[in-house]
C-alpha cells in the first residue's frame, strides 16, 4: 500500500523545473527503473508495452512495402568500421568495445553495434550477385549502444531499442524513393499514431548521419521548446557498397555497385511521447499506444458493492470484444476519488465511472483525461460512446501539439533576433543560411541552438543568411535540442 501511494503525491511543475517534472513523472507512473550500469535504464512493463504497440503498428507498416525482417550480430568487427573512413569517425567516440572473451584477449576487437551499416552491408556483399536480388529490402528489430556521456531516460541513453531498415537498389532514383517512402512512413506514424506534429525535411551536411550522402528527418517540438529527432531516413549512395564491395550484374551484364538506404526510429519516441503531451498531473498518453485506454472503476456504498462491479464487469468485456484495451478498479481499499488521481497521473485516456444511480439510469460516465470533460452516455451505446471518446482525445492531442508548435515558432532576419529569442522565450527559429558550414557553427556557438533540418515546406522562404547577411541558399529550422 505504501508503494502505491507514490501515484499521487505532487509532481514538480513544469514551469518551474521541466526536466524534474519529466523525471518525477516517468518514476511515478512506474515507467522505468534505473539500472546497475550507467546510462542504462529497465523498461517496466507500461513502457514495454507502449514500445511493442509501436513496434506492431510499424511492423505492419513496412511489411506493406515489401520489407522483411531479419536479425544481425551485436557485434562488429573493428576491422568493419575501417572501411568507411566517415563513419568510423562519427561513431567511434561512443563505440564500447569488446577486448576479451572466454579469458583470452582477442585478436581483433568486437564493437558492440552502434548501428549496422558496416555488419550488413559486409552480407549484402554476400547476398547480392545480380540485378534480380535487388531491391533488398530488410528490417531490424534489435538494441544497440552508444556510450552517450550525457544521458536522459528514454530519450538518451547508452543502451536502447530501434529498429533499422537497410535496403540496395539498382540504381540512385530508386533508393531515393525508398528514402523517401520511408520517412513519410514515420512522418505519417508519429503524428497519426502519436498525435506528435513534426516538421519534415534534409539535414544540412554537418548533422547528416556519418556516411550518408543525404539524411532526412522529422523533427517535433517538446513542452520546454526542445527538438527531438523523432526519426531519420537516410540515403547512403554507393558510399557503403564501394566500401564493403556491394557489387551485382547489371541488366547489360556490367558489374555496378548497388545504392543504399538506412532509416530508423527508437525507443526515444517514448521520452517525445511523454515531454510533447504530459502536463503537471502526470502522464497523457495517446489513445492508440495506450497500454489500458480506458479504466472503469466502481463507485456507490458496500450494500451495492457486488451489483456495481458485477456490472463493471460486464462492461469491461463488452470493451475487450470491441478492442478496446481496459481494465477494471474494484480494489475495495482504495477510494474512487484515490483512483481518478492515480489514473489522471497514469494518462489513461478514458477514465468511466459506474456507480448505483448509474444502474437504475442504465447510464454510465466517462471522462477524458485531456480536456477533462464528463459525459453521461447511455450503456447500450456505451462502446461507441468510448470509442468515439477516444478518437476525440487523439485529435484533441494532435491540435494542442500542434498550437503549442506554432506559439513557440518564430521567423528572425539575424543572429541577434535569434539569440533574443532564445533567452527570452523557448521554441524553434526559422532562418535563412548561405550554406557555409562556418555559419551554421556560429550559430551552434552563440547560441547553443543547431540546425534541425531544412524543412521541405517552410512558412516563408528567407532570402538572407542570418549570421554574414549574405544570399540565403536554404530556410532552416534551428532549434535547441536533446
Known sequence: MANDKQFVKEITPQSEDFSKWYLDVIKKADLMSYSPVRGCIVFKPDSYEIWELCQRELDARFKETGHRNAYFPIFIPESFFQKEKEHVEGFNPELPWVTEAGGEKLEERLAIRPTSETMIGHMYAEWINSYRDLPLLINQWANVVRWEKRTQPFLRTSEFLWQEGHTAHEDEADARRETMQMLEIYRDFVENFLAIPVIVGQK?????????????????????????????????????????????????????????????????????????????????????????????????????????????????????????????????????????????????????????????????????????????????????????????????????????????????ETLDEMKQFLDQQRGFVLAGWCGSNACEAHVKEETGATSRNIPFEPAERKTKCLVCGEAAKHTVVFGRAY
Open 204 to 412: 544540412t551536411p554537418s548533422e547528416k548521419f556519418a556516411g550518408a550522402v543525404d539524411t532526412y528527418s522529422i523533427e517535433a517540438m517538446m513542452k520546454d521548446g526542445k527538438a527531438v529527432q523523432a526519426g531519420t531516413s537516410h540515403y547512403l549512395g554507393t558510399n557503403f557498397a564501394v566500401a564493403f564491395d556491394i557489387k551485382y550484374l547489371d541488366r547489360e551484364n556490367q558489374h555496378t555497385f548497388a545504392h543504399t538506404t538506412s532509416w530508423g526510429v527508437s525507443t526515444r519516441l517514448i521520452g517525445a511521447m511523454i515531454m510533447v503531451h504530459g502536463d503537471d498531473r502526470g502522464l497523457v498518453l495517446p489513445p492508440k499506444v495506450a497500454p489500458t485506454q480506458a479504466v472503469i472503476i466502481p463507485i456507490g456504498p458496500p450494500k451495492t458493492r457486488e451489483q456495481v462491479v458485477a456490472r463493471t464487469n460486464e462492461l469491461h468485456a463488452l470493451l475487450k470484444q470491441a478492442g478496446v484495451r481496459a481494465k477494471v478498479d474494484d480494489r475495495p481499499d482504495q477510494s474512487p476519488g484515490w483512483k481518478f488521481n492515480e489514473y489522471e497521473m497514469r494518462g489513461i485516456p478514458v477514465r468511466v465511472e459506474l456507480g448505483p444511480r448509474d444502474m437504475e439510469n442504465g447510464q454510465v460516465v466517462l471522462v477524458s483525461r485531456v480536456s477533462g470533460e464528463k459525459r453521461i452516455v447511455a450503456q447500450d451505446r456505451f462502446v461507441e460512446e468510448v470509442q468515439q471518446m477516444l478518437t476525440e482525445i487523439h485529435n484533441d492531442m494532435f491540435e494542442k501539439a500542434k498550437q503549442f508548435r506554432d506559439e513557440y515558432f518564430t521567423s528572425v
